[in-house]
């Protein structure tokens, strides 16, 4: 079942439609929208909505941010298109047809459903009403430039003013925020968090923070939240394990205390990064990046993992891990292990993730359900009661919250990453990527509004596309924070960062250049404690999960030197690149690792200082403000 027929399963009163005339109407409609707007690569701002609906401190955000579309353009435009009745809005259109009313707009969004980060269902939920009260609670879309515009592609009327007052207060009471029950974050109020979204949470260590400790502090370390946060009790949470005749797995279940009990406690030393850290890098002026949850670079952090081997628990179910492991026993439909979680978008649709089934049962795969993060007690936003810690694995295929695991040929249709973790080729735009996911549920007769003079449609293969499930060598400087202020000590500048690379292959390098990549320093490293319980890892053979922490003094060039002592501010860009244990390292340059789902961003690390020779050499750096989620520009400092 595709995921679309999944999600209007549980759709409870979800509308169904008729008739394609409407929608052949959009295509046409939306098309001229669509080449208008990526058309004319201007700054735009619409006078009318800001006026009416924006805050000052909104339209302030909204002139440091790209927006593609001039004015009168815009305004052309709409007055093309022609007022619709709100009867029009409410009425049926067919069968998985969407229309939404925004600030007097309506917008026939059927061919972003399948595309939107935030999921299909959430969008489905307002069809044939008004998007502002379910704004109010996810108030990004208000506030992002490309979002805005986005919607302006799919465009295909207007409402009188009296519709659009009445669409609005259709749907005042419809939606409320499920959010009250989160819990408390107190590093977003000293703010060492950067937080690019409240709800759902989604929050990042300011770099500088990460190279403090060796194991990032729980209550640092990135979240990345879909949903609102479960909040469960011990004595109503039970870990269910799926029937599989195939692999003659019974169903089994377990309670907290028996994962505690009845099997071996492990602890993993594991980094954990988010698949799209960093995708703030590859957001340029005419080309925006659509999806969430726009972090610079601290969705990465590393931990003391401890809990139950998913392998146990696999084989108290019945399957023979040992057997399959050592390729004595074949089971050919056992390929994949799915995990659910409990958190749940407002439709019910919960999080869920895979991973192969190698990696489950693998002895030196130190895949486990953790239940201790540094050894206390899972926080909440980290997945209490239990996580999945696959070492090695992108941040998305390590689910929270889990309550149900099974073990199946194929992905679960459920699985999270299928529509967002897929790394495509730099060819692949933003059109391709929504008209390819929109062609996949669509009705055989669909056709798309977005292919009438948009020009980039490159047709996407799957197969050069995959689902990520580790994550490529990674380095980042964090310390000092990019863009400060910087003392000299008469020499020499110290750089401090992080290195990883995914798949335990370990980082057998960190190098440092002042010169931009001409020549390149090896850096001193620190590595996690040796674990005298286990054979060691040598370096690419595979489980090497920990980061590395580099450090480098730069002794400055002569020119530079003469400059700083005349008392001159000097400006310096510093960079990082790590070399994985085979040998891999990091592609130089953003452009040619670019992919629309903004994930895997791991080019050359940059950091710019300014040296002042006047600031004490007990100058402690401030960390200067970062753009804000979705922005390129850097707010003047
Ligand atoms: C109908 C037009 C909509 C458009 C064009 C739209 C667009 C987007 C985009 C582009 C993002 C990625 C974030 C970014 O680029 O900054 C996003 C994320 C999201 N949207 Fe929407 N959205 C729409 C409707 C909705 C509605 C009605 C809801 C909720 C009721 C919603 C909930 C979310 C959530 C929760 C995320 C974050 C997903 C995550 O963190 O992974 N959206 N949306």
Redesign the pocket.
């Known amino acids: 079942m595709p995921r679309a027929a999944a999600t209007a399963g549980r759709l409870a009163g979800r509308r169904t439609f008729h008739t394609s005339e409407a929608s052949q109407r959009q295509g046409v409609l939306a098309g001229a929208a669509a080449a208008s707007v990526l058309g004319c690569l201007a700054y735009c701002k619409e006078p009318a909505l800001e006026d009416r609906f924006m805050s000052r401190q909104e339209s302030r955000r909204l002139e440091q941010l790209p927006l593609s579309c001039a004015p009168a353009e815009l305004a052309k435009r709409k007055k093309a298109l022609p007022t619709l009745p709100l009867s029009e809005v409410q009425a049926d259109h067919g069968e998985g047809v969407c229309w939404?009313t925004?600030r007097g707009g309506v917008?026939d969004?059927t061919a972003?459903l399948e595309a939107?980060?935030?999921?299909s269902a959430?969008?489905e939920?307002?069809n044939g009403s008004d998007?502002e009260s379910?704004?109010k609670?996810?108030d990004?879309?208000n506030s992002?430039p490309?979002?805005q515009q986005?919607?302006e592609e799919?465009r295909i009327g207007n409402l009188s003013a009296s519709d659009a007052k009445k669409s609005e207060a259709l749907s005042r009471d419809a939606?409320s925020s499920y959010y009250e029950n989160d819990p408390q974050r107190p590093r977003a109020d000293t703010g060492e968090l950067r937080v690019t979204?409240v709800?759902?949470w989604?929050s990042e260590p300011l770099m500088h923070k990460l190279v403090e400790s060796f194991f990032t502090p729980n209550d640092l370390f990135f979240v990345r939240?879909?949903n609102n946060v479960p909040d469960i009790k011990e004595e109503e949470w039970t870990l269910e394990i799926g029937r599989n005749n195939d692999c003659n797995m019974k169903e089994i279940s377990f309670t907290l205390q028996d994962l505690k009990t009845k099997f071996e406690k492990v602890d993993v030393i594991s980094t954990l990064e988010c698949a799209g850290n960093r995708q703030e890098d590859f957001i340029e002026e005419d080309r925006?990046?659509?999806?969430?949850?726009?972090w610079r670079g601290g969705a990465i952090g590393c931990a003391k993992w401890s809990g139950v081997r998913v392998r146990d628990l696999l084989g108290a179910a019945g399957m023979d891990v040992d057997g399959m492991s050592l390729g004595r026993v074949k089971n050919p439909k056992a390929k994949i292990v799915n995990f659910e979680a409990i958190d749940e978008?407002?439709t019910g649709i919960p999080y869920a993730g895979v991973i192969p089934v190698e990696k489950a049962i693998d002895p030196f795969g130190d895949t486990i359900l953790a239940y201790e993060m540094n050894g206390v007690e899972l926080p909440r936003d980290h997945g209490y009661p239990v996580r999945l810690m696959a070492p090695g694995t992108g941040g998305c295929r390590n689910v929270k919250w889990i309550r149900h695991i099974s073990v199946s040929e194929r992905p679960s249709e459920l699985d999270s990453g299928s529509k967002?973790d897929r790394h495509f080729s730099p060819a692949i735009s933003w059109t391709s990527h929504r008209e390819h996911c929109a062609e996949d549920t669509a009705a055989p007769d669909w056709k798309s509004p977005l292919k009438t003079g948009a020009g980039d449609k490159t047709t996407i293969v799957l197969d050069q596309g995959p689902v990520i499930q580790s994550l490529p060598v990674q380095s980042l400087i964090c310390y000092p924070p990019n863009r400060a202020e910087i003392a000299w000590d008469g020499e020499s500048i110290e750089v401090k960062g992080v290195a990883y690379a995914g798949g335990g292959r370990g980082v057998c390098r960190v190098e440092v250049s002042i010169d931009g990549g001409e020549n390149f320093h090896a850096a001193e490293m620190q590595r996690a404690p040796a674990d005298d319980s286990r054979p060691p890892a040598e370096m690419g053979m595979g489980r090497n999960w920990a980061w590395v922490q580099f450090s480098q003094r730069i002794p400055l060039p002569a020119d530079m030197r003469a400059l700083l002592r005349k008392g001159q501010r000097v400006p310096i860009e510093v960079c990082s690149k790590a070399i994985d244990g085979d040998f891999n390292t990091q592609p130089e340059r953003m452009s040619s690792s670019w992919n629309v789902l903004g994930i895997c961003v791991n080019h050359w690390h940059r950091f710019n200082y300014v040296i002042n020779p006047k600031l004490p050499k007990s100058h402690v750096p401030a960390a200067p403000p970062t753009p804000a989620?979705?922005c390129y520009k850097w707010p003047q400092n």
């Open positions: 939404v925004y917008y969004v972003f939107h980060p935030g999921g959430r969008i939920m307002v998007l379910y704004w609670v996810y990004f879309h992002r490309h979002i986005l919607m799919y939606f979204s709800h759902p989604n939240n879909h925006p990046l659509y999806v969430a949850p726009h978008d407002e967002l989620p979705g």
